[in-house]
């Protein structure tokens, strides 16, 4: 069974957003070169990525193009390579198939459709920062593994990454790293009663 698995940077005291808008709310996250290279390696293994609509929207105005611009990183090349070979699912109520190509998007029945797509073919299934949209899946406990990216600040304020839990929920450390710049990514497993 494919796995859902959330990728997300993280303040030390649980933010995944702070209170600016757009881009900005992002500005504190802490990028380096050895964690692109690292998570990258990451997103090879799989060929599907989950989104909330505000995310994807952000995604599709970048990715898409990033590859063309003359001062593109060697992340900006295989990121954008893979971005535009992969599967996009994307949890919304406003945006359609026929706009988006190569796209799936649940608008409703979201355990149903998720566990459908977990029985499916193929990779893991990543999703990407989208605060809503992992609050909507953690809600329903369709999480099987978290990515966290913490970062060395306090936000004080800004949008909290867990949300909408209604039961306990058992992790198991799977693995740490450690970047220069501070950040420590714990990959974590769902306990899962068997």
């Not at 989208?130 to 990216?149: G, K, Q, R, V």
Request: charge should be negative; charged fraction near 20%.
């Amino acid at each position: 069974m494919r796995k859902i698995v959330s990728f997300v940077h993280v303040s030390l005291d649980g933010f995944v957003a702070s209170i600016d808008e757009g881009m900005h709310s992002l500005g504190w996250i802490s990028i380096s070169e050895d964690l692109f290279a690292y998570v990258e390696q990451r997103i090879q293994q799989t060929n599907t990525a989950l989104y909330g609509r505000v995310t994807f929207e952000m995604m599709e105005s970048y990715w898409p193009t990033a590859a063309d611009a003359p001062d593109a990183s060697a992340h900006d090349h295989a990121h954008s390579r893979w971005y535009k070979a992969a599967r996009k699912v994307v949890l919304s109520k406003t945006l359609t198939e026929k706009d988006h190509p190569n796209t799936h998007i649940i608008s409703s029945n979201l355990s149903d459709e998720i566990n459908t797509l977990k029985q499916s073919a193929g990779s893991d299934i990543l999703i990407f920062g989208s605060p809503s949209a992992t609050h909507a899946l953690m809600a329903e406990n369709l999480i099987d593994e978290y990515w966290l990216f913490v970062n060395p600040i306090l936000l004080a304020r800004g949008i909290p990454l867990f949300q909408n839990i209604q039961d306990r929920t058992a992790l198991t450390l799977v693995k740490s790293h450690i970047f220069a710049s501070g950040v420590v990514c714990l990959q974590y497993e769902v306990k899962r009663n068997e």
